[in-house]
């Protein structure tokens, strides 16, 4: 529209609805990303009185478009004029979350929580209190569902009859004859929770959540249990076993596994909010139950947690558990079937052995790192070496080579490259868990194997590695132990070993530091300048340029 066609005043919004209306959905979505550089041209008032009202009353067919102006209107409020005119974003972002499309509401629903902190209390009370009432009562059931997100936002903020009123509202929430209105609000409740006074969540919210983790519904009920937590955490402690207890332990048997994997997945957090005497009383017989479970996913997502639940269970009873209750289930676990409920076992148990002392260990647990290192998946072996320092720590380094170097020297020539390669990247943490003289005399001469290995990728590993050990044990130590044996392969028959001790100077150059650098590695590179193969001349010539700027003027 030219200057000259109409009301000059009008442009902005004139070549929004224009492009607004047109067929092109990335024109469409790139005029609703600039609406902020739109509403700052326009100025304050006229964003209030002629973009807002715009903006609420278009209705666009693309989600896409949508979920960028529900995202926009989140970031509105200087753009309107400040808090004290805040307020008028509501009715476009009202009519968003009503939307069929989850994502489009869900964006809304974040907006309207982040504006809600701008209104002022009286605000609050007039405006944003009658949408959440609107959206809980509508017809449509997505309105109800994002209602349900609202309610933490308001409610600590207004009077305490408005406050009766939202209780009410979300109580109807939580008996939707829509379960995904049911499922919203069972995924609200803990956050909700947090913001009512303590009379309310025993008389009102305990027993909303007791109906919701027993609802027909199992995604209700995983629901319900994953904000379990909060609510425990909210009443006193002589309230949690009578009010609360009951319904968790039936949810770590729930018949549906989907729920006790929930459980399985927030244990430790429910044992935070429940204090010592009850995990000891209920959590560790229902924590027994979990890693017993039928279901190996179940099983898995409790494996994962041993090692927390048992550092939070009461320091007196603490190695009594481990020993009676937990071991017993770790034992049978580390021959599990499933190969991610091993693995999951495998990045924690080694966290055990401080818990359970020397002795205990050595009796107990090593003869189950040993098993899990032979076992025949290499993520479970390597889970257990990447966690070798807890065990380290309590049973000392030669204990705890005897048994670990045929593992590792068994995986170093696994016939997976993936596994010889992991084993590599490994190297470094064993290397400072087990100290310069051990890894001189029992882990050099394998590190070294790796750099004639016939897969490139291990070989180029090794470069890297050997970095990494320089960076740890010194310079100085680097060049009596691995520099003479990594150039004396510039003289090997096989071009593809002499590349190896170029890309090896490369690496090795920036830690190695121009001294060594001069006296040791440049007459080795300059020497293979004059090679026969083609490829090692042209490496030859990268490398210099790599090594050049360690190097001075001269």
Same mark, same amino acid.
């Not at 209780?167 to 109807?172: D, E, L, S, T, V």
């Not at 139950?289 to 017993?292: A, F, Q, R, V, Y």
């Given at each position: 529209?030219?200057?000259?066609?109409?009301?000059?005043?009008?442009?902005?919004?004139?070549?929004?609805?224009?492009?607004?209306?047109n067929?092109?959905?990335?024109?469409?979505?790139?005029?609703?990303?600039?609406?902020?550089?739109?509403? $700052?041209?326009?100025?304050?008032?006229?964003?209030r009185?002629?973009?807002?009202?715009?903006?609420?009353?278009?209705?666009?067919?693309?989600?896409?478009?949508?979920?960028?102006?529900?995202?926009?209107l989140?970031?509105f409020?200087?753009?309107?004029?400040?808090?004290?005119?805040?307020? *008028?974003?509501?009715p476009?972002?009202?009519?968003l979350?009503?939307?069929?499309e989850?994502?489009?509401r869900?964006k809304?629903?974040d907006?309207? +929580?982040?504006?809600?902190?701008?209104?002022s209390? &009286?605000?609050?009370?007039?405006?944003?209190?009658?949408?959440?009432?609107r959206?809980?009562?509508?017809?449509?059931?997505?309105?109800?569902t994002?209602? *349900?997100?609202?309610?933490?936002?308001?409610y600590?903020?207004?009077?305490? =009859?408005?406050?009766a009123?939202l209780?009410?509202?979300?109580?109807?929430l *939580?008996?939707?004859?829509?379960?995904m209105? +049911?499922?919203?609000?069972s995924?609200?409740?803990?956050?909700?929770?947090?913001?009512?006074e303590?009379?309310? #969540?025993k008389? /009102?919210l305990?027993?909303?959540?007791?109906n !919701?983790?027993?609802?027909?519904?199992?995604?209700?009920r995983?629901?319900?249990?994953e904000?379990?937590?909060?609510?425990?955490?909210?009443?006193?402690?002589?309230?949690?076993?009578?009010?609360?207890?009951?319904?968790? +332990?039936?949810?770590? &048997?729930?018949?549906?596994?989907?729920?006790?994997?929930?459980?399985?997945?927030?244990?430790?957090?429910?044992?935070n909010?429940?204090?010592?005497e009850?995990?000891k009383n209920?959590?560790? %017989?229902?924590?027994q139950?979990?890693?017993?479970d039928?279901?190996?996913?179940?099983?898995?997502?409790?494996?994962?947690?041993?090692?927390?639940?048992?550092?939070?269970?009461?320091?007196?009873?603490?190695? &009594?558990? !481990?020993?009676?209750? $937990?071991? %017993?289930c770790?034992k049978?676990?580390?021959?599990?079937p499933?190969?991610?409920?091993?693995?999951?076992?495998?990045?924690?148990?080694?966290g055990?052995?401080?818990?359970?002392?020397?002795?205990?260990?050595?009796?107990?647990?090593l003869p189950?790192?040993?098993?899990?290192?032979?076992?025949?998946?290499p993520?479970?072996?390597?889970?257990?070496?990447?966690?070798l320092? *807890?065990v380290?720590?309590?049973?000392?380094v030669?204990? $705890?080579? &005897?048994?670990l170097? %045929?593992?590792?020297?068994?995986?170093?020539?696994?016939?997976k490259?993936?596994?010889?390669?992991?084993?590599?990247?490994?190297?470094?943490?064993?290397a400072?868990q087990?100290?310069?003289?051990?890894?001189?005399?029992? !882990?050099?001469?394998?590190?070294m194997?790796w750099?004639? /290995?016939?897969?490139?990728?291990?070989?180029?590993?090794?470069?890297?590695?050997?970095?990494?050990?320089?960076?740890?044990?010194?310079?100085?130590?680097?060049?009596?132990q691995?520099?003479?044996?990594?150039?004396?392969?510039?003289?090997?028959?096989?071009?593809?070993?002499? $590349?190896?001790?170029?890309?090896?100077?490369?690496?090795?150059?920036? #830690?190695?530091?121009?001294?060594?650098?001069?006296?040791?590695?440049?007459?080795?590179v300059?020497?293979?300048?004059?090679?026969?193969?083609?490829?090692?001349?042209? =490496?030859?010539?990268?490398? !210099?340029?790599?090594?050049? %700027?360690?190097l001075?003027?001269?």
């Open positions: 529209m030219a200057s000259g066609d109409g009301d000059d005043s009008l442009y902005p919004i004139a070549v929004l609805i224009d492009e607004l209306r067929e092109d959905v990335q024109l469409r979505l790139n005029s609703i990303k600039k609406l902020s550089t739109i509403a $700052l041209a326009l100025g304050v008032e006229r964003t009185s002629e973009l807002i009202p715009f903006l609420t009353d278009t209705i666009y067919d693309e989600d896409e478009v949508l979920l960028a102006l529900a995202e926009q989140g970031t409020t200087p753009l309107v004029g400040g808090p004290e005119f805040v307020h *008028c974003l509501l476009p972002l009202e009519s979350a009503t939307v069929e989850t994502v489009v869900d809304a629903v907006s309207l +929580r982040a504006i809600a902190a701008d209104h209390t &009286q605000d609050l009370e007039n405006h944003f209190v009658p949408l959440v009432k959206l809980s009562q509508g017809d449509w059931f997505t309105s109800r994002s209602a *349900c997100g609202l309610f933490s936002v308001a600590p903020r207004v009077n305490a =009859n408005l406050k009123e209780r009410g509202h979300f109580k109807n *939580c008996s939707d004859d829509t379960p209105v +049911r499922r919203a609000a995924g609200k409740l803990g956050e909700f929770a947090k913001g009512v303590l009379e309310f #969540v008389s /009102d305990v027993q909303l959540f007791n !919701l983790a027993t609802d027909e519904q199992d995604s209700v995983l629901l319900a249990v904000g379990c937590s909060n609510i425990v955490s909210i009443l006193p402690d002589e309230d949690k076993e009578a009010l609360l207890m009951p319904t968790v +332990r039936a949810a770590a &048997q729930d018949k549906s596994w989907r729920v006790r994997y929930m459980v399985a997945d927030k244990f430790t957090e429910l044992q909010a429940v204090g010592s009850i995990t209920d959590l560790v %017989p229902a924590f139950g979990l890693l017993k039928c279901e190996a996913e179940v099983r898995a997502a409790a494996a994962g947690k041993v090692k927390d639940f048992a550092e939070k269970v009461p320091e007196d009873v603490r190695e &009594q558990v !481990l020993m009676t209750s $937990l071991l %017993p770790v049978d676990l580390v021959l599990d499933n190969q991610h409920v091993k693995s999951a076992l495998a990045s924690v148990i080694m055990l052995s401080p818990m359970l002392g020397n002795d205990n260990t050595i009796e107990h647990l189950l790192f040993l098993t899990m290192l032979k076992d025949e998946i993520e479970v072996r390597l889970n257990i070496i990447s966690n320092d *807890c380290n720590q309590v049973i000392g030669n204990q $705890l080579s &005897q048994s170097l %045929p593992a590792i020297f068994e995986l170093a020539g696994d016939t490259w993936r596994v010889r390669l992991a084993i590599i990247e490994y190297m470094p943490l064993l400072s087990l100290g310069v003289e051990f890894f001189d005399e029992k !882990l050099n001469s394998l590190c194997t750099f004639v /290995d016939h897969v490139y990728a291990i070989r180029e590993a090794a470069a890297k590695n050997l970095k990494k050990l320089v960076e740890k044990f010194g310079a100085e130590w680097a060049q009596t691995v520099i003479p044996k990594v150039l004396s392969m510039a003289t090997n028959p096989n071009y593809l070993h002499r $590349l190896t001790t170029l890309y090896s100077v490369n690496v090795l150059a920036e #830690v190695m530091g121009p001294d060594s650098v001069v006296k040791l590695m440049l007459p080795v300059i020497g293979l300048a004059d090679d026969s193969v083609a490829n090692v001349r042209f =490496n030859v010539a990268k490398t !210099l340029q790599k090594i050049a %700027p360690i001075d003027e001269k």
